[in-house]
């Protein structure tokens, strides 16, 4: 049973955070990732629990969108993206979102 959603070691949020620093490119830049407790550290997490994290960078490079949806997770309180090397926890850079009443029970669909 996963209690907290915690996103963790996404190499790709830091090449869309690096693109900042990159020339402007012509359209939205979209990185789309699979979540799952296997990608927990320092150690994986055996559960039903799934999602995408989805993040368009805007063509300027100044702005970073997402959409993360999730599926047979139970008691989701936070979002957080770490950035770290791949199985590696690394500091914390986004916090996605904290649900002031965290969603009680199992849930799926768009946690905030």
């Not at 907290?4 to 900042?20: D, F, K, M, R, Y």
């Amino acid at each position: 049973m996963l209690h907290t959603l915690i996103l963790t070691s996404l190499p790709v949020v830091a090449a869309a955070l690096a693109l900042a620093a990159l020339p402007a490119p012509a359209a939205d830049v979209t990185y789309k990732v699979e979540l799952s407790g296997a990608q927990n550290v320092p150690d994986p997490i055996k559960t039903p629990a799934s999602g995408t994290l989805e993040l368009k960078v805007s063509p300027n490079g100044q702005s970073v969108g997402y959409v993360l949806t999730v599926k047979d997770i139970e008691n989701v309180s936070e979002g957080d993206i770490h950035l770290g090397p791949a199985g590696a926890n690394g500091p914390l850079v986004v916090k996605l979102f904290h649900a002031n009443s965290p969603k009680k029970g199992p849930f799926t669909g768009v946690p905030a």
